[in-house]
């Protein structure tokens, strides 16, 4: 079954520490996402990727890093947590397979997430 | 600025009765609009998709409306069941990137009572 994965659910660790929020699609689409929400307020895309060995700054800025190294996997690391950086992250994907940059109506379909704590 | 707003912030309506939900946007060129149902703790699942041309859409319990011309769409939910609480996202994608990019509301938090 085509879906869309996110590990962990839910993540609390102490500030400074390195940590990598995993994600994993397995509909062989190009383009990922990386959004963050906080309670109550919109999704804010941090990172995007049109396919493999492409990765962009989103329209918020955020210190974590991202990697597309293969199709299916698009993992986001933060090198240094902050309580600054508790959060929902959200991943999600979008496109068929062997199609190239579509504009505005290729649906994203969303991950479940990671509540990220930072104490 | 592009933006999406909705209306209300929240809403708690008993087991069975009908609500709508209002979005107003500002994006521009538009491409298309989608409601997005989020379950507390959960991504966002489609429920309908607009494009310019169309200003009705169902899908089962759930009726969307556009009108491109004021900007605005409406989420009508009839029949409310307690599954139906969560949060409804209007999503407006501009069709002048190659990216799709997508603008969202904050949500209207739906609580259904029994």
């Known amino acids: 079954e085509a879906d869309i994965y996110q590990t962990p659910r839910y993540l609390v660790i102490g500030t400074g520490k390195k940590i990598t929020l995993e994600c994993s699609q397995t509909m062989g689409h190009d383009k990922m996402y990386w959004y963050q929400q906080d309670p109550g307020m919109e999704l804010h895309l941090i990172h995007y990727?049109?396919?493999?060995?492409?990765?962009e700054k989103g329209d918020l800025s955020s210190e974590s890093t991202v990697s597309r190294i293969r199709t299916e996997h698009f993992p986001l690391t933060l090198e240094s947590a902050r309580p600054s950086h508790t959060s929902q992250y959200l991943c999600?994907?979008?496109?068929?397979?062997?199609?190239?940059?579509?504009?505005?109506?290729?649906?994203?379909?969303f991950g479940p997430g990671t509540r990220l704590t930072v104490l | 600025k592009n933006q999406v707003e909705q209306s209300p912030q929240s809403l708690i309506i008993l087991e069975g009765k009908n609500c709508t939900l209002q979005?107003?946007?500002?994006?521009?060129?538009?491409?298309?609009l989608r409601w997005y149902k989020q379950d507390t703790g959960r991504g966002p699942v489609s429920l309908t998709i607009?494009?310019?041309?169309?200003n009705t859409k169902s899908n089962g319990r759930y009726t969307a409306t556009l009108d491109a011309d004021t900007k605005q769409s409406s989420l009508h939910i009839t029949a409310s069941q307690l599954s139906d609480s969560a949060s409804y996202i209007c999503?407006?994608?501009?069709?002048?990137?190659?990216?799709?990019?997508?603008?969202f509301g904050r949500g209207t938090q739906l609580t259904v009572w029994p």
């Open positions: 999503v407006v994608s501009d069709r002048g990137s190659t990216l799709g990019r997508l603008y």
């Open positions: 990727s049109y396919g493999v060995n492409s990765t």
């Open positions: 999600a994907s979008s496109g068929q397979p062997g199609q190239g940059m579509l504009a505005g109506g290729v649906e994203q379909f």
């Open positions: 979005c107003n946007y500002t994006v521009s060129p538009f491409s298309n």
């Open positions: 607009m494009t310019f041309s169309e």
